[in-house]
């Protein structure tokens, strides 16, 4: 009994390398020249707890309900940019939601007149 399962356990061990090459695990965030750029900045806030990935594939965790400003996307993810000193980095598109109503930004309307 005990031979038999040490047999299992020989073939298991290079049936689960076998898949594990078939089906690279890999952590890192898509790249920048996948992304398609949008024409202005889009504010979208976080609808669940998830996290930012740099381009160095540092991650740094994002609570819900965090906006973010966006400028691209690839087909999973989403290119967010910080206009401060905060990193740059890919969300996953299925964790944001874009904002609608009211913005933080003020957005005046500019009247025209006409010249007598």
Same mark, same amino acid.
């Given at each position: 009994?005990? /031979?038999?399962? #040490?047999?299992?356990? &020989? ?5 689960? +390398?076998?898949?594990? $090459? =078939? ?9 920048? /020249?996948?992304? #398609?750029?949008?024409? &202005? ?5 976080? +609808?669940?707890?998830? $996290? =930012? ?64």
């Amino acid at each position: 009994m005990e /031979d038999r399962r #040490t047999t299992k356990r &020989k073939s298991l061990i290079p049936c689960l +390398i076998i898949l594990a $090459s =078939l089906f690279p695990l890999d952590a890192r965030s898509g790249s920048i /020249d996948e992304v #398609t750029f949008v024409n &202005k900045v889009e504010v979208y806030e976080t +609808i669940v707890d998830t $996290s =930012l990935i740099t381009q160095e594939g540092k991650r740094f965790p994002i609570a819900k309900g965090m906006r973010l400003n966006v400028v691209g996307f690839t087909t999973t993810e989403a290119f967010v940019i910080s206009r401060m000193d905060k990193p740059n980095g890919l969300v996953r598109k299925t964790d944001i939601s874009p904002i609608r109503g009211e913005s933080g930004i003020r957005e005046e309307i500019i009247k025209e007149e006409t010249l007598k």
